[in-house]
């Protein structure tokens, strides 16, 4: 894994790259193909979730009571209420969170586990599911948009929490993971091959980085993807995956 200090560097960029988007759109009350979830509450749910990993990293305690009162409604419910702010203090609000979030992560003594709705990570996992997330609700905000982003190399970690998550996945939908380790071998935004798994495994998924990455966090239907799997296991692995904490997504309809 990279360390702490490029992981930042690379949130950072992130949230840059879907602020531009972000702030240049006129109109935020746009549906985003998140039913029920316009521009705004995307951006309120990562100022939202931002400020809950900055908890998270300085008051665990206090992380500990919001985990212990959540609902079944508290992500809409958040994304709702920051969606009835003004663009303008939602906006400023999202910056500033970003901020703090960086110099949150950055304290962290080295082998704090922080807590947080699924297993307790590392800072470098907190960064590189922020990372994450961050990527997946601003391709919401992009296919609001009709906007097309350029893939960066910034996909690898996306991709590396979606392997990573691959048992939980399964568990989470009431199925037994696999025993054996599968190989992925993607291809990156430059022509690089980005690999996990034992090479010669007998069961694999290839592609594109970039269809593996809209997969794993259900911004597309498999249908239009060019992600292969190779093996019983794999298969399914590809009809359940999710590289995100929580309950199982619905997924989106094939685009037709």
Same mark, same amino acid.
């Given at each position: =894994?990279?360390? &702490? +200090? ?6 950072? #960029?992130?949230?840059? +790259? ?21 521009? #705004? ?6 100022? *939202? ?22 609902? #079944? ?21 999202? %910056?500033?969170?970003? %901020? ?15 807590? *947080?709705?699924?297993?307790? =990570?590392?800072?470098? +996992? =907190?960064?590189?599911? %922020?990372? =994450? ?16 982003? @350029? ?24 199925? @037994? ?15 690089? @091959? *980005? ?8 069961? +694999? ?5 970039? /269809? ?9 239907? %498999?249908?239009? &993807? ?6 019983? /296991? ?23």
């Amino acid at each position: =894994m990279p360390d &702490l +200090s490029s992981l930042l560097a690379d949130l950072t #960029a992130e949230g840059e +790259s879907l602020d531009e988007l972000a702030a240049a759109a006129p109109d935020w009350t746009v549906p985003t193909p998140a039913e029920g979830w316009t521009i #705004a509450h995307q951006i309120a749910h990562l100022a *939202w979730t931002d400020r809950q990993a900055v908890v998270a990293a300085t008051d665990p305690d206090a992380f500990g009571e919001l985990l212990a009162g959540a609902t #079944a409604r508290l992500v809409d419910e958040s994304a709702a209420a920051g969606a009835a702010e003004k663009p303008a203090d939602l906006l400023e609000r999202w %910056r500033a969170g970003r %901020r703090e979030i960086i110099s949150a992560l950055a304290a962290v003594p080295s082998g704090t586990r922080l807590p *947080w709705f699924g297993p307790p =990570m590392s800072a470098a +996992s =907190m960064a590189t599911a %922020r990372i =994450m997330e961050t990527w997946a609700h601003g391709q919401d905000v992009a296919d609001a948009l009709e906007a097309v982003r @350029e893939p960066t190399a910034r996909l690898r970690h996306v991709a590396h929490i979606g392997v990573r998550a691959r048992d939980f996945a399964f568990r989470n939908r009431r199925l @037994e993971p696999p025993a054996e380790e599968f190989r992925v071998a993607l291809a990156g935004p430059g022509g690089e @091959e *980005w690999t996990w798994g034992p090479d010669g495994a007998a069961q +694999s998924v290839t592609g594109p980085a970039l /269809d593996f990455c809209l997969l794993v966090t259900q911004r597309r239907n %498999r249908a239009d &993807l060019a992600v292969t799997a190779h093996g019983p /296991d794999a298969v399914r692995w590809l009809e359940v995956a999710q590289a995100f904490a929580g309950p199982p997504g619905g997924g989106r309809p094939p685009r037709g």
